[in-house]
């Protein structure tokens, strides 16, 4: 047998690179590579992984406005069949029993998975580190560990590990993983657990341009929560929980400490109703609360931002006296293992916020700009809710359950966070 040829030239492996920089020129987005001549090979291969990450044809389909969500219809108020208002609920106690005991038999039958999405940047906190590792409980306990607390009683009632999916990003994963090396997960085995790593959308200028964040990376951000079920699907996830025999997925973010992972009336009420995707909500404290409300579009439940919503119509009066648009979005889903893989493979819309974004100058200095000059996207979760066939809204007591960490201060701050949990009873 002859020795394998290992006669390689430079140019032989820079030959994928030359092709790289060729696609992004025909892209109309070449200038990402102007400082390449500068870089040293770390630099050069950081840059290299940069553009890997940028999916150049949605680029052009984000330029050009096709991949972003359309208007979206104006909203109607909240009701239907499938919803679940906190006082019918206390008041029937056979189907609070009947969906209870349903809820049970899925999570003792190994029918359920967690999923807690944790790749956000967490600009508002301002925390040096992953939104996961802020330690907000007693005794310094991070979210993580609040969230392991209750994934493991998850486990004790299933009788068995409940598998548990945290979305991390490429902003969040590296210190995730080595806080759960350095401190675990308490009463959670690593065999449960599997960390998925969300992909990123980049911001584009006016002209649809891609910018440089330094001169060896392209701007990009973490694509969402939305992002959470295409990273499932690229990440063999989906195919994971699938042969484990997992048909529902509880979603919740890791950012609100009262959230339980699975609750088995939600559960049960959602299946009961053969759901594809449910949520959970609680009543608005006020009008100008600044969270997203669950209403109706063409008489299926959908989310409206809080941005998108007049004030005229948030303050507006249902018949009853309390708030028209009532029902704020916990961010607290149950998704169908069919529904979510059938999402996964579908896409979600893509929105766009104006942010500033820093980048470099025609010098490769780094510029901080003052105001918003460029286009960042994401994808949201409840935008699949449109998309779904059936499912329930469940009224919950939002004292219990919602205890939002946003800020570093005043309003969903630590400081809030804690009185939550304290009137909550987990202090
Ligand atoms: P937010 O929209 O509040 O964003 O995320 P954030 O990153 O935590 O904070 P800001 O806006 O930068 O201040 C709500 C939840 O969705 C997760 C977050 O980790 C949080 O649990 N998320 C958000 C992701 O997992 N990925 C994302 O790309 C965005």
Redesign the pocket.
């Known amino acids: 047998m002859s020795d394998p040829d290992l006669s390689f030239t430079t140019e032989d492996f820079l030959l994928s690179e030359k092709a790289v920089v060729e696609r992004f020129t025909a892209a109309g987005q070449g200038h990402v590579f102007r400082f390449l001549d500068r870089l040293d090979w770390k630099r050069k291969n950081a840059l290299f992984l940069s553009a890997k990450s940028v999916d150049l044809d949605l680029v052009a389909r984000l330029a050009s406005g096709k991949s972003l969500a359309p208007p979206a219809p104006p909203p109607e108020p909240l009701e239907g069949p499938f919803v679940h208002r906190r006082q019918a609920l206390q008041d029937n106690r056979v189907l609070r029993e009947q969906a209870e005991a349903a809820g049970l038999a899925l999570l003792r039958g190994g029918k359920v998975a967690i999923l807690t ?9 301002g925390f040096p580190g992953p ?1 996961g590792c802020y330690p907000v409980g007693p005794g310094q306990r991070t979210l993580f560990d609040i969230h392991a607390a209750a994934v493991a009683a998850a486990s004790r009632e299933a009788g068995k590990p409940v598998p548990w999916i945290l ?1 991390v ?1 490429p902003t969040t994963e590296e210190a995730t993983r080595a806080y759960i090396r350095r401190r675990g997960l308490p009463g959670v085995a690593p065999a449960q657990v599997r960390i998925v790593c ?1 992909g990123v959308l980049p911001a584009l200028t006016d002209e649809g341009k891609l910018l440089l964040e330094d001169v060896d990376r392209i701007a990009t ?5 939305g ?2 079920l295409k990273a499932l699907r690229l990440t063999g996830t989906l195919a994971w929980l699938v042969n484990l025999g997992v048909e529902e997925l509880c979603y919740f ?3 609100n400490p009262l959230a339980p992972p699975v609750d088995p009336l939600f559960l049960g009420l959602h299946h009961r109703a053969k759901g594809q995707m449910s949520s959970k909500v609680f009543l608005k404290s006020d009008p100008a609360e600044k969270v997203g409300v669950v209403v109706c579009r063409h008489g299926k439940p959908a989310v409206i931002e809080y941005t998108e919503l007049p004030k005229e119509q948030a303050e507006r009066k249902a018949p009853g006296g309390g708030l028209q648009y009532w029902a704020a979005n916990m ?1 607290s889903h149950v998704l169908s293992m069919p529904f979510a893989a059938a999402v996964a493979f579908r896409g979600l819309p893509v929105h766009r916020v104006r942010k500033a974004v820093p980048f470099v100058d025609a010098d490769g200095n780094r510029v901080v700009p003052p105001e918003p000059n460029a286009w960042k996207h ?1 994808s949201f979760v409840f935008d699949a809710m449109p998309l779904s066939a059936g499912g329930v809204v469940m009224e919950v007591d939002r004292s219990r359950e919602f205890a939002p960490l ?1 800020n570093a201060a005043g309003m969903d701050s630590p400081e809030t966070v804690r009185l939550l949990l304290q009137s909550a009873g987990k202090w």
């Open positions: 999405v944790a790749g956000g940047q967490g600009t508002r906190l939104k979305l990003s969300q951000a973490p694509d969402g929560h992002g959470c973010q890791v950012d961010a994401e946003k």
